[in-house]
């Protein structure tokens, strides 16, 4: 496999990044990429954008998306590529998880504030900037108002998953969300998984409909990514990879992790079988 030549995990300002999806774009050119995916959570909302600016840039551009699953007791991420992003049943489901991060960024921040922590619903909705509400908009707000130094302060001390603010978030089942992958002709792919995700759930995902796993991950270490190599090879499951990069000044750029232009090509083959 030739690799760095597609960045298949991206994000913008219409999710958590911080930068927009045209920005995004040229900084694939500039990595000398030859296409990427913008994946943004639970929403295609710059998917136009990228896409127009890919044009004009002579990037290609896969449609994508990470949408919030869940199996059994546990959180995943699925990304959807190919996907027909103006699909009115897609709509219908990302507006349902716009809400839903809506009602817990409120509970989070009601938490916030019988803690004594002064931050407004308003506040964080002024950083998500009309985004799907998540945690980094939270604790860009607590940094605003001076209430942590950073962002990784407001996470380990109050919004993460072992917080004393921390509020489960609703997902969708991921059994729904790859039928509803392929019904708009895309296809599903795994992001990111932890090593201590057992396998008795991907093998459960694969019975489902998985298509494709994220091998090449900035958070995964070499035996990591061995690991997850021979699992797509058991499973029959397409390898994909990307830099996850947010644009963070201090995080993955676009182009530092990502797979050959035969990867795409996979997905478009599999897709095919669902349109």
Do not use: W
């Not at 964080?124 to 950073?150: C, F, K, T």
């Not at 759930?201 to 494709?212: M, S």
């Amino acid at each position: 496999m030739s690799y760095n030549l597609a960045d298949l995990h991206t994000h913008s300002l219409c999710s958590d990044g911080l930068r927009t999806p045209t920005e995004a774009v040229e900084e694939a050119c500039e990595a000398g990429l030859q296409a990427m995916s913008l994946t943004d959570h639970d929403t295609v909302q710059g998917v136009p954008e990228a896409t127009a600016a890919g044009e004009r840039m002579h990037m290609e551009v896969v449609p994508g998306t990470e949408l919030s699953a869940h199996i059994r007791d546990r959180e995943v991420h699925i990304l959807a590529y190919c996907i027909n992003y103006q699909d009115d049943q897609l709509g219908t489901t990302l507006a349902k998880s716009f809400q839903a991060r809506h009602q817990r960024g409120l509970a989070i921040v009601k938490a916030l504030n019988s803690m004594g922590l002064t931050v407004s619903l308003d506040d964080v909705l002024s950083q998500a900037n009309g985004s799907p509400l998540g945690r980094p908009h939270i604790a860009a707000a607590m940094v605003e108002n001076g209430l942590v130094a950073d962002k990784d302060e407001a996470f380990s001390r109050y919004i993460g998953d072992r917080g004393p603010a921390f509020q489960p978030k609703p997902y969708a089942a991921a059994q729904d969300l790859i039928a509803l992958i392929h019904r708009t002709g895309g296809v599903a792919v795994l992001a990111h998984p932890s090593i201590s995700l057992p396998e008795s759930i991907i093998e459960q995902l694969v019975a489902y409909g998985l298509d494709g796993i994220e091998v090449f991950h900035p958070s995964h270490q070499p035996a990591q990514m061995e690991y997850y190599d021979q699992l797509a090879d058991r499973y029959g499951l397409i390898k994909s990879g990307g830099s996850d990069s947010h644009g963070d000044s201090d995080g993955t750029r676009i182009g530092d992790y990502g797979v050959g232009y035969e990867v795409i090509e996979a997905m478009r083959e599999r897709a095919a079988t669902y349109a």
